[in-house]
């Protein structure tokens, strides 16, 4: 008895020390940004951040391959973990969570971001925060639809990040309700469709070829990309959940469409790490660590995931795209779906052997006609210019016009 007192009073000690800390770092770090601010505002400064560090992608790549066509009107900061990470030689990278961080931070009119910014992260009078958020359409659920998956720090942290943002940036009037429901933000939504989205609307033969001779592929072979999102708690001794069966899949596509096929795979960036300990034939390349999966939506022909959004972005190309989902039971349970995934555009497979049966029954009429349906109810915008819009509105608040 005496010594679970003495535990439980070491534990006590131990959250009193834990929380003293933290209230004396978050001091340290309110005191180091009031210094920062006596630094003015830059009124052409942008500092960008994807994923919290990771290389040049997602939204944030598209918004700024416009701002770059100001060429020199804009001194443009891209956040990186390492800062040998290629950039364009426009582009100045910055070591995240540094001192210099902290001051690109506080002296940047315009903050571009594609997920939450830390908690410590202070916003200054003057300054304009978008929030591009990185994806759309979601069949998992998010934010506060899935509450009980979420830390407090998490929860207190997205609450404060929707407080601070002046813009989310949507592509479907289902995403803007999420926004809105879900997100805990209250503020203005430009609901122009996903900055991403825009080369998949613009594709080029030309970069198609250029991005396949860059993976080692040839340009006569067909691709089938499986983009699979991430699980709580996932290790490398629980990957099997991916097995896809390559072999099979690629022997089907082969059947059924006709040519020569090779598989991609990439895992979410919340579990890139594991990628390594994946088991692949020679005929599938991991490109988990590519830095922008829309180059990989685009070169391929047909995509599968299980439950990220990233197959509905492939889809506004009219290519097919299919649901794995073996564990969408233990899935649905632990994280919960906004959707059925019988009424989506996709075939829905819970085995291997459906996946086979699934992609030797396609019929591209069926598929197409449910996809325009399906479209059309969430209210997708796809219009291959909302990067541009963005951009525009960013000329505008570096002008000095108050939205």
């Keep these: 008895m005496l010594i679970d007192k003495i535990s439980n009073y070491k534990n006590i000690a131990k959250a009193m020390t834990n929380n003293l800390k933290l ?7 309110d005191l180091l ?4 601010w006596l630094f003015p505002i830059k009124r052409n400064k942008v500092v960008i951040s ?10 944030c790549k598209y918004i700024c391959e416009e701002l770059l066509k100001n060429k020199g009107r804009y001194d443009i900061v891209w956040l990186l973990n390492d800062c040998s990470t290629p950039l364009p030689t426009e582009i100045r990278g910055v070591k995240i969570f540094t001192l210099k961080y902290l001051y690109e931070l506080a002296t940047a009119k315009v903050w571009i971001d594609n997920c939450r910014k830390p908690f410590t992260v202070k916003k200054r009078k003057g300054q304009y925060y978008i929030q591009t958020w990185h994806g759309d359409m979601p069949i998992k659920k998010i934010e506060a639809d899935t509450i009980s998956n979420l830390s407090k720090e998490y929860i207190l942290n997205a609450k404060k990040d929707s407080k601070i943002a002046d813009l989310f940036i949507s592509g479907s009037y289902f995403m803007s309700s999420l926004y809105k429901n879900s997100c805990w933000y209250n503020g203005e939504i430009a609901e122009i469709g996903i900055p991403r989205d825009d080369i998949l609307y613009n ?3 030309d970069y198609i070829k250029f991005i396949k001779n860059k993976l080692g592929i040839p340009v006569s ?8 999102t991430f699980r ?6 629980t990957l099997n959940v991916y097995e896809i069966g390559w072999n099979k899949i690629l022997e089907s596509l082969k059947e059924k469409f006709g040519g020569d096929w090779i598989g991609l795979i990439r895992l979410h960036p919340n579990i890139s790490s594991i990628a390594q300990y994946l088991s692949l034939p020679n005929s599938v390349i991991d490109v988990t660590q590519y830095y922008d999966i829309q180059d990989l939506l685009m070169i391929s022909d047909i995509c599968i995931s299980d439950y990220s959004s990233c197959l509905f972005e492939f889809a506004l190309t009219g290519k097919p795209g299919f649901i794995f989902a073996v564990d969408f039971d233990t899935y649905k349970n632990e994280r919960n779906v906004y959707i059925n995934l019988e009424d989506t555009p996709f075939d829905v497979a819970y085995s291997i052997n459906n996946l086979k049966r699934a992609i030797s029954n396609f019929d591209a009429h069926v598929y197409e006609n449910k996809r325009l349906q399906y479209f059309e109810q969430l209210g997708v915008v796809f219009n291959g210019n909302s990067s541009q819009i963005i951009a525009e509105r960013i000329n505008k608040i570096c002008e000095g016009y108050v939205f």
């Design 221 to 228: 072979c067909k691709i089938v990309f499986y983009a699979p």
């Design 50 to 59: 994807n994923f919290l560090g990771k290389g040049y992608g997602d939204n």
């Design 33 to 36: 940004y009031h210094i920062l």
């Design 203 to 205: 594709s080029n033969e």
């Design 232 to 237: 709580d708690n996932l290790t490398k001794e």
């Design 23 to 29: 209230k004396i770092s978050i001091l340290k770090n």
